[in-house]
């Protein structure tokens, strides 16, 4: 479809009192379906006003309250952060009014995807053998070890997909007890048990707060054929002790190894939903197109674990609205109040800013992100809430509470449990994790095309009025089980993960 042939704005409630460009348009142009004429050229992705708004009005996306105008509005003009006043917006929780349990596929019926099923039940996505540190003084030695490993020298073992150093910067000079200790061993226990994780070998330096003994001791894990550890001094110093950690990796290869792909249904697979670099079609189609994917998902007996809390404040209430039960919408008021705490006072999104590249990209203040954000969730019912990195158990639609920041939300989606991470974008973001791997997708088709090394999906398809959003979910969720079956995504291919892996540092250091 052309152009000429399009509206250039798109209506997205019959009640809103905004429309959103399509694309670039131009000052004086006529907009036949609002009867309006813009007063200003209008970048793509921005809005106009489809009426005149009088001072102090609600700013009406989506039906929901997005602002309010900082002073009279004529109709056609652009609204954007320089006319819509940040306030804070009256909710009403509603707990569990919206409640409606979800229509499940029959067992027989769901999809199914190619998986690796652990002794444990669990099933992983992908295959890896992980080098771990207690803190970020084994640093050195997890990189050397797993570099060696090569995938000359991994060859004779086709069903590996790589050894992997997974190094962060805590660990020591840190409180030795408390929430910070605890959210960190559970972000490393989490990743030590991953269904994608088939051995792993944990390195100290040495008299660290965050010891191996404790740690282990704490998630309920035991050394064993797959699961070493070793200690720098003990050994001998970091070569002596680079020399060891490459014989235990090595001896544990046979055993990771011994993993094959078999049928399994689509109710095994948990995904972390992250967007980063939103713009203003975010929102309109890769959020709301990766919802409709995950409602299929939940109606197949899946997880789908909406995170970055900072990201959803303000539209929060549409979540609890739908929670199971009053208790589970409470714990997620709990969350945010949490958040609003830690931030006051501070110069930080949930505050009323976006990022320079959302602002550029249409996004008005944290309120209208928020709403195309939470958009991710689809619109299935809310299962649960988890604290950061805890295991995920509950099927369908959950929360878990993680800072807006990519590398430290997605760190606690996976240390949760999730096998696959789908990450929305609008201004192009080159991010890859393990051991899930993560499925981009585009919310426009310029910014796709021109990082297509990087982009899995053009959701900008929807924009261009060539696809619909139920016709892109259902393409979402096909190839999401293309790659859960092994299929390699683009960060994959370009080699991006292993320095994503960030657990949140939420504690002092010293």
């Known amino acids: 479809m052309s152009d000429a042939a399009l509206n250039p704005f798109i209506r997205l409630d019959p009640r809103d009192n905004v429309v959103v460009a399509r694309m670039p348009v131009n000052e004086g142009t006529a907009v ?110 997890a990189r050397k070890i797993a570099n060696w490993f090569t995938p000359d020298r991994t060859s004779s073992f086709p069903n590996i997909d790589g050894v992997v150093p997974f190094v962060h910067e805590l660990g020591d000079g840190m409180e030795r007890s408390g929430e910070p200790m605890d959210l960190l061993r559970r972000t490393l226990g989490g990743y030590l048990a991953h269904p994608n994780i088939g051995a792993a070998l944990l390195i100290a330096q040495g008299g660290e707060a965050n010891d191996i003994a404790s740690l282990l001791a704490s998630q309920g894990l035991v050394e064993g054929p797959r699961l ?17 950690g490459k014989r235990l ?69 549409t979540l609890t609205a739908r929670a199971v039960t009053p208790a589970v919408g409470q714990k997620l008021v709990d969350r945010m109040n949490w958040w609003l705490k830690y931030n006051e006072g501070r110069d930080c999104q949930i505050n009323g800013r976006v990022s320079p590249g959302n602002n550029a990209g249409g996004l008005a203040n944290v309120l209208e992100k928020s709403l195309g954000g939470a958009k991710k969730g689809g619109n299935s019912p809310l299962m649960e809430v988890y604290r950061y990195a805890e295991p995920v158990q509950q099927h369908g639609l959950v929360f878990m509470d993680t800072p807006g920041y990519d590398p430290a939300a997605a760190t606690g989606q996976i240390a949760g449990g999730a096998n696959m991470i789908m990450f929305t974008t609008g201004r192009g973001s080159c991010f890859g994790s393990v051991p899930a791997p993560t499925i981009k997708l585009a919310s ?36 999401l089980l293309r790659h859960a079956s092994g299929e390699k995504t683009k960060s994959e291919l370009s080699g991006m993960g292993e320095n994503e892996f960030m657990p949140w540092p939420i504690g002092v250091t010293v």
Not at 280 to 295: K, Y
Not at 447 to 463: K, L
């Open 444 to 479: 426009n088709t310029p910014m796709y095309e021109r990082m297509i090394s990087d982009m899995d999906v053009n959701c900008g398809v929807v924009i261009d009025g060539m696809a619909t959003l139920p016709e892109m979910g259902e393409r979402i969720f096909r190839q």
């Open 249 to 317: 990796v090595e001896a544990m290869l046979p055993l990771a190894d011994d993993a094959r792909r078999q049928p399994v249904s689509a109710e095994h697979l948990k995904i972390g939903m992250q967007c980063g670099g939103s713009d203003g079609f975010s929102g309109l189609s890769a959020n709301p197109a990766l919802g409709a994917a995950m409602d299929i998902l939940v109606r197949h007996g899946g997880t789908a674990i909406l995170s970055e809390t900072t990201e959803i404040y303000g539209v929060e209430h």
């Open 32 to 141: 036949p379906s609002e009867a309006v004429v813009t007063q200003q050229a209008v970048p793509a992705g921005h809005k106009i006003t489809t009426r005149a708004i009088r001072a102090g009005e609600a700013i009406l996306k989506y039906n929901t309250v997005i602002g309010y105008a900082a002073g009279d509005i004529p109709a056609g003009t652009h609204v954007h952060s320089h006319n819509i006043r940040f306030d804070d917006v009256e909710k009403d929780y509603a707990f569990s009014r919206d409640y409606r349990p979800t229509e499940f596929v029959p067992k027989e019926e769901r999809a199914t995807f190619q998986g690796i099923v652990r002794a444990d039940g669990q099933v992983a996505t992908r295959n890896f053998v992980g080098v771990f540190t207690v803190s970020n003084a084994g640093g050195s030695v």
């Open 228 to 244: 070493r550890t070793l200690v720098i001094r003990d050994a001998g110093g970091l070569r002596r002790a680079v020399e060891e």
